[in-house]
């Protein structure tokens, strides 16, 4: 044995906690602590399963990622055990075990939905609670809950709270996939009587949602819980507590609750005892039952929605004797946490803004959302609430309430959002960069909450496509997204028309929008094809390329389909450059860049990248078709939109960033050219952004590529407005959706769409990471990676890390007397290339190590 050598507890696809999971034959995946250089050459697992254990390997094989299951599959509710030991020069011991179970299929389930009077379509109604008592016959030895909802629900035995996910099950296209969730109860219950019981709100089902007022009831008119309680008792016998006719319900203390408009509590009429045992229930009514396939129930891929930290108040200022405005000094994606005394029937009014104006709350970019939330006390003391069914986008709150309840109120923000596992950092010697990058960060945090949201705040909160595909590359390298993307693309594949066309948010709302939104809108149907991609990137996971193939290939068919002979995508609508700073407040879509050149180009790229899955699924005539279709449509492009010698017709930043970054330039001279036209541009805008949605990911690669690394920097570095520091010289502490969703003097941008959370302009993080830090794949999945820091901009320091597939990879440079040092660390059975600034080339085995060349920190690389 080597004890240098040390396997960590293998994980379960792409899960977090592998409970209740879909997948019988689960992938496994390890990390490896070891010594400078080590390398594997194979591997054995033990798998416990009951009584039984059995060892499988040595496998020769030196991958550790995503090795198949090498026994039966799970039977449902089956747990095993996982241990690893891994072959280098020696054998190391076994590592700590990783337990896995899996959960339910559709034969399983006995559980029907049960839930109060559905009441009137279309109308707000009052949430429900729902409950039932029961006794054990013994002591059990384990128990399990599968809980979801038409809706949403938080589920209590004897009183507890199970489990501490928020907001679930989450939003999915519902009627071909509802997920739920499975929790170990064994030590909530007791010998002799318990009960259940669960408070229900309507949620995204049955919940307003949508654009110019939206609707209600878009999933069904029920709100309902599906819940299956399975016991087993320690002389093996088993029982089931599952929804349905015996169970009884009542009206909620929660009064309203929508995700746009807030929640009211009436604290008077909490009926204390109703989820625990000998609770008089008598009054309550009988459940109404409604149907629900148990084929469309299925286990996340994704970790749940949590409250991830606090945010205490930075200040608050007394307005009024009964109004008190709080500044969190963050803007961030949650709800407020009170503890108020007070007399029984007086109201705490609770609204949220992310900004002020003229000093007070600014709730006009809102829209038709509310976003208010309102307590009623009992007068029992001291009383402590949080909402439980919506979340708010914000920095301030407006509280209003009796003076006497002011003087004791306390509050605490807790932050919602998706539990992923942080895996990338960044730092600079420029701290306004830094903030940049923390912004980037919450805006995330703030937008992943469990589907990749536009914004938190306003009247939409809906997965738009074309943000979450600029901005899959940033996402994957700050978080392990892969397990909530990867059940997101799912959907989009539900949700694709028959003839290919992706929508432009998903789930999609059938009258959400000005224009028919099942038309193909490039950039963001190219989701389809390109987040896939970026996530195999991340990960290595080809099955989940193999799963979304079908999707890719009838997307690239479709636009093959209308783009005719000339190759080009031409006379559809189309959002093109969409918010370039030159587009008035109210038409974002009327950019300086052609949409036509915009949609073709995305053509292009996606077609090429398809061509890329295709051949790494074994694919061979399909990446040729792809392929030849890709260089089809460049040479289309190059004809349509450019000289011949790499300048464009018509000039933009946004075009140019286009030919090059999606290599529709395939000569050098003529890329050279380019890059010269593009920097030009630049210069001329006295380096200010000028693009949007699509260019802005993009343009700081283009320049970088082609000799325009110092002109990179400048427009990176700039502070006037547009740019990306813009918004950090005003205060902003998230990324915004407009250039200048503030004005300089202070007042908010007059058009419709000002949100102050939005993450697509913040894709300018990946450059950052990849050309400031230096730090990237060069494979897909990190097998072998890629350091090629090319400091500039005055830049003293960076370094980045991320904890990749296969551990942590990591880089710090730093310039001192005219000498650049670089200091790398790469993780066990990996590879490195390095790319210093004076040309040289080094291969790196694992461990960590220092380099240096002659640079001087004025000279960018």
């Known amino acids: 044995m080597i004890d240098s050598v040390i396997p960590h507890a293998p994980t379960i696809e792409n899960h977090r906690e592998p409970i209740g999971i879909g997948a019988d034959a689960p992938r496994l995946s390890w990390t490896t602590s070891a010594p400078a250089g080590w390398a594997q050459r194979a591997y054995e697992l033990e798998i416990t399963r009951g009584d039984r254990v059995a060892k499988h390997g040595p496998f020769s094989d030196d991958e550790s990622r995503y090795r198949p299951w090498p026994e039966s599959p799970l039977a449902p509710r089956e747990s095993a055990s996982v241990r690893v030991r891994v072959h280098g020069d020696g054998v190391s011991e076994w590592s700590e075990p990783a337990v896995v179970e899996r959960g339910l299929t559709a034969a399983d389930w006995v559980a029907v939905p049960v839930g109060g009077d559905p009441g009137e379509p279309g109308t707000e109604r009052r949430p429900w609670l729902v409950r039932r008592g029961f006794s054990l016959r013994g002591p059990i030895a384990s128990a399990r809950l599968y809980v979801t909802a038409h809706g949403l629900a938080e589920a209590e035995i004897n009183g507890r709270r199970v489990g501490d996910d928020v907001l679930s099950p989450g939003w999915s296209t519902y009627s071909q996939r509802l997920r739920y969730r499975t929790h170990d109860v064994t030590d909530l219950l007791v010998e002799g009587d318990n ?4 408070w229900l709100a309507d949620g995204w089902y049955r919940g307003r949602i949508g654009f110019r007022g939206g609707a209600r009831d878009r999933y069904g008119t029920d709100q309902s819980l599906i819940a299956q309680l399975e016991l087993t008792y320690f002389d093996g016998g088993r029982e089931i507590i599952a929804t349905g006719p015996g169970w009884v319900a009542a009206p909620s203390p929660i009064l309203s609750s929508s995700i746009y408009d807030g929640e009211t509590f009436d604290a008077r009429q909490v009926p204390h005892g109703w989820s625990e045992a000998g609770f008089d229930d008598s009054g309550w009514n009988p459940v109404h039952v409604f149907d629900r396939d148990p084929a469309t129930l299925v286990a996340p891929d994704g970790p749940p929605v949590r409250r991830t930290r606090v945010v205490r108040p930075a200040r608050g200022e007394r307005r009024a004797p009964d109004r008190l405005l709080v500044d969190f000094g963050q803007n961030l994606v949650g709800r407020l946490a009170i503890a108020v005394r007070g007399e029984a029937g007086q109201e705490v009014v609770i609204r949220h803004a992310e900004v002020l104006q003229d000093g007070e709350i600014c709730t006009r970019p809102l829209r038709q959302a509310a976003q208010t939330d309102r307590y009623v006390l009992a007068g029992r003391g001291t009383e402590e609430w949080e909402p439980r069914f919506t979340f708010h986008g914000f920095r301030y709150a407006e509280v209003t309430a009796p003076p006497a309840v002011l003087d004791v109120l306390e ?8 539990d992923l596992r942080r895996t990338g950092w960044f730092a600079c010697s420029d701290p306004d960069l830094n903030t940049l990058h923390d912004n980037v960060l919450w ?3 703030g937008n992943f909450v469990d589907l990749p949201t536009d914004c938190p705040q306003r009247d939409e909160r809906l997965g738009w496509t074309g943000d979450i595909q600029v901005f899959a590359r940033t996402a994957g390298f700050l978080h392990d997204v892969t397990g909530m993307l990867s059940s997101w693309l799912r959907d989009l594949a539900i949700e694709q028309n028959d003839d290919g066309a992706v929508p432009v948010f998903v789930p999609t709302l059938d009258d959400a929008g000005s224009w028919d939104m099942s038309d193909p809108i490039a950039a963001w149907g190219d989701a389809g094809v390109l987040t896939p991609w970026d996530l195999y990137v991340a990960s290595g996971d080809r099955l989940l390329l193999e799963r979304q193939w079908d999707s890719a290939k009838a997307w690239v068919d479709l636009l093959d389909r209308r783009c005719g002979d000339d190759r080009l995508w031409t006379g559809d609508h189309q959002l093109g450059d969409w918010l370039d700073p030159a587009a008035p407040p109210d038409d974002p879509a009327a950019a300086t860049t052609d949409r036509e050149l915009v949609a073709s180009a995305y053509f292009a790229h996606s077609a090429r990248r398809l061509a ?3 051949e790494v699924l074994g694919r061979a005539d399909d990446a040729e078709h792809y392929g030849a279709l890709a260089s089809e449509v460049r040479a289309a492009i190059r004809d349509r939109w450019t000289d011949g010698e790499g300048a464009l017709t018509e000039q933009s930043q946004c075009g140019y960033a286009l030919l090059l970054a999606f290599g529709i330039l395939e000569d050098p001279a003529t890329r050279s050219r380019a890059g010269e036209r593009l920097r030009d541009l630049v210069v001329r805008a006295d380096h200010r952004i000028s693009t949007g949605f699509v260019g802005t990911p993009l343009v700081s690669e283009a320049l970088s590529s082609t000799g325009g690394l110092d002109v ?14 813009y918004p950090v010289t005003m205060g902003a502490t998230t990324t915004w959706e407009r250039w200048d969703s503030m004005l300089p003097d202070g007042t908010v941008n007059p058009g419709e769409m000002t949100s102050f959370n939005h993450y697509a302009l913040g894709a300018v993080a990946h450059w950052m990471h990849n050309t400031i830090a230096g730090l990237a794949p060069a494979v897909p999945g990190w097998r072998r990676i890629r350091f090629a820091p090319r400091p500039g901009g005055g830049l003293t320091w960076a370094r980045g890390a991320y904890d990749g ?14 000498t ?12 490195a290339v390095l790319h210093l600034p004076d040309g040289t080339t080094r291969e790196l085995r694992s461990g960590g190590a220092v ?9 960018p690389a």
Do not use: K
Request: net charge positive.
């Open 195 to 198: 009960a259940i019981g669960a």
């Open 411 to 418: 509050l605490e923000a807790r932050v919602l959002h998706s």
């Open 443 to 445: 805006s995330m945090r």
């Open 612 to 614: 890329g899955i295709a």
């Open 712 to 725: 990179a920097y400048r427009q990176l570095q700039e502070r006037g407005c547009p740019s990306w520091l």
């Open 805 to 818: 597939p296969y551990g942590r990879v990591a880089i710090d440079w730093s310039i001192e007397d005219d």
């Open 820 to 831: 650049l040092a670089v200091r790398t660390a790469v993780p066990a059975n990996c590879t």
């Open 851 to 859: 380099h240096t060349c002659p640079m001087s920190r004025d000279r």
